[in-house]
């Protein structure tokens, strides 16, 4: 069965960094276009960073530009988010998705990054 298993996650200070990992299992990861998305408590899960399945196209939500970065080892399974210059604001539970079709059809568990001084 597909599994998406995040690590990285914690507490850093304002202007930190932090490197999220997705392990990935259970099906051709290199076959499907990837993207990471955070979710903070009463608000909708909005999207991070989408990448495609060979690494060539990468899109960023406006709030992250310059900051993150998405990557993926498809020798490894894995799915990479380098975030730099941490701000409060982007404190939330951080999920690793498997898209198809232009949405995401499988998440992970989700890891926190809590952004606080």
């Known amino acids: 069965q597909v599994q998406l298993v995040e690590s990285g996650g914690g507490l850093v200070q304002p202007g930190g960094s932090l490197r999220l990992s997705c392990a990935a299992s259970?099906?051709?990861?290199?076959?499907?276009?990837m993207g990471w998305y955070r979710q903070v408590p009463g608000k909708e899960r909005d999207m991070v960073a989408i990448?495609?399945?060979?690494?060539?196209?990468?899109k960023y939500a406006d709030s992250v530009k310059g900051r993150f970065t998405i990557s993926r080892d498809n020798a490894k399974r894995s799915l990479l988010l380098q975030m730099n210059n941490l701000t409060p604001e982007d404190t939330a539970v951080y999920y690793c998705?498997?898209?198809?079709?232009?949405?995401?059809?499988?998440w992970g568990q989700g890891t926190q990054v809590t952004v606080s001084s």
């Open positions: 990448i495609t399945k060979d690494g060539g196209v990468k």
């Open positions: 259970g099906f051709t990861f290199w076959y499907y276009n």
């Open positions: 998705a498997r898209r198809n079709d232009g949405r995401a059809d499988y």
